[in-house]
């Protein structure tokens, strides 16, 4: 790559690449339990997608049971530890606290699960669940990453023989190559995996299905499947230029920078990231953190209709990230290498059939601004290469269309969620999905019990 950004001090990336929360003391997590309410209707625990018992969780903290605390988390949600870091609990459960009406702090739930489920894994993971006897079925899942683990557990105490297909050469999906190191490190991620492999779980990393293994061997050694796939495809921008040198996906630089090997991450001086979603966001502040000059967001409609959440875009603006708003790319331009990007302004009309206002290009209103490297962040896709293989399996709008109740799919043997069944939503929705597909296995294939 041409034009590079010089390379930092070790400790200069360790500083920039600090936790952007620090775990709560015994005292500040007491005094902090101790503010909540307990209310009766708990509006947190209905926010929550996997629905945790969060009055319950932090009574037990403001008491001094860790432990309990750590269980009655883990009962919901089996990713706990990613959720507490990287969920945008803004909105979620932190967003529904009642002390927003007040105009009050509301309780910081998602500091309180961290410090509840650090403490169960610096005590060595105390066994918190019996499994089921062995019920004679086995479960296949393909994915490591949030769904497929949170299956994978929950059939694991359903009785089930569980063993999980997973292409990285480590497991744990987005938590673990996704999510940038000021919000978690890898090594968080991969406690997790452990804890769901000390159910007696089994994962087979570096196995990719329809290469290393068949869908056929797979249906033959398994009674259900479960997909737990994600998107998988990035988007492209289908502009010239595209293929140059210098131009990357933002999933494969995050995943650089998940190593935390730093020298081994190149970014340029002036990176422009296409997109303004919530990757969009961590890429452009990782690029600015490891020692770019210039980073900007160049993004075809508002800050109104900018995808990434508000505390993603604080952040980002905090950085120095220039946001260039209502402006797309129409190609990238340099000889053997990113030279600069052409951009045109965009008015917004009247709304898409995702209701958003459609981007529309103004007229003779073309401009350059000169770049070293840019990064493409503009959605995933599904794999539907890798999907075609499996017989009857229907898509629909994109994504795996399944049995709401069961998440089923149109083949029977197979059930899906996370990303693959509702396009890209949060972790904690994935952890959601997982256990919820476990019990549909079991309704299934044990349907009088």
């Not at 002036?270 to 990757?279: D, E, K, P």
């Not at 059930?415 to 069944?421: E, K, W």
Request: glycine share 8%; aromatic share 8%; hydrophobic share 40%.
């Amino acid at each position: 790559m041409k034009n590079l950004a010089p390379k930092l001090t070790a400790d200069q990336y360790e500083k920039n690449f600090a936790e952007l929360h620090p775990p709560f003391t015994p005292n500040s997590a007491t005094a902090e339990a101790n503010r909540c309410l307990y209310c009766y209707d708990s509006p947190c625990m209905k926010a929550c997608p996997t629905h945790i018992d969060i009055s319950t969780f932090i009574k037990k903290i403001a008491t001094g049971n860790l432990k309990g605390s750590a269980k009655t988390i883990l009962n919901s949600n089996w990713i706990a530890l990613t959720c507490a870091k990287a969920c945008p609990v803004d909105v979620l459960c932190e967003g529904a606290c009642v002390y927003n009406a007040r105009g009050e702090d509301p309780i910081q739930i998602g500091r309180l699960q961290r410090y509840a489920i650090d403490w169960y894994f610096e005590h060595g993971m105390p066994p918190l669940f019996t499994t089921k006897p062995k019920n004679g079925k086995s479960v296949g899942i393909i994915g490591a990453g949030a769904a497929g683990l949170a299956c994978a557990a929950e059939a694991a105490l359903l009785g089930f023989d569980a063993m999980i297909y997973d292409a990285n050469p480590k497991p744990g999906g987005l938590s673990t190559w996704g999510i940038a190191p000021y919000k978690m490190m890898q090594e968080d991620a991969l406690k997790e995996v452990k804890l769901i492999q000390s159910l007696g779980v089994k994962i087979q990393s570096g196995v990719r299905v329809g290469r290393d293994i068949s869908i056929q061997e797979i249906e033959q050694k398994h009674d259900a499947v479960f997909l737990g796939v994600g998107l998988g495809t990035s988007s492209r921008l289908h502009i010239p230029g595209e293929n140059l040198p210098g131009v990357v996906d933002a999933l494969d630089f995050i995943e650089k920078v998940t190593t935390r090997n730093w020298q081994s991450v190149d970014v340029g001086k002036r990176v422009a990231v296409i997109g303004a979603g919530n990757t969009a966001i961590d890429a452009v502040t990782e690029a600015r953190r490891l020692g770019a000059e210039q980073v900007m967001i160049i993004y075809r409609r508002t800050r109104d209709e900018m995808p990434a959440y508000d505390f993603e875009f604080e952040l980002a603006k905090s950085d120095g990230v220039q946001f260039q708003f209502l402006t797309a790319p129409s190609r990238i331009l340099g000889s053997d290498h990113v030279e600069a990007i052409e951009c045109i302004h965009m008015t917004l009309g009247e709304p898409d059939e995702e209701g958003r206002r459609r981007a529309i290009p103004v007229p003779y209103s073309e401009f350059r601004i000169p770049v070293d490297m840019v990064i493409k962040s503009v959605g995933q896709k599904i794999e539907e290469t890798f999907l075609s293989q499996i017989p009857n399996l229907k898509t629909q709008n994109g994504i795996v269309w399944v049995n709401q109740e069961t998440l089923q799919t149109s083949n029977p043997k197979y059930f899906a969620g996370g990303d693959c069944i509702n396009g890209g939503r949060e972790v904690v929705n994935a952890a959601a999905d997982g256990k919820k597909a476990a019990h549909g296995i079991f309704e299934i294939l044990f349907p009088l019990q």
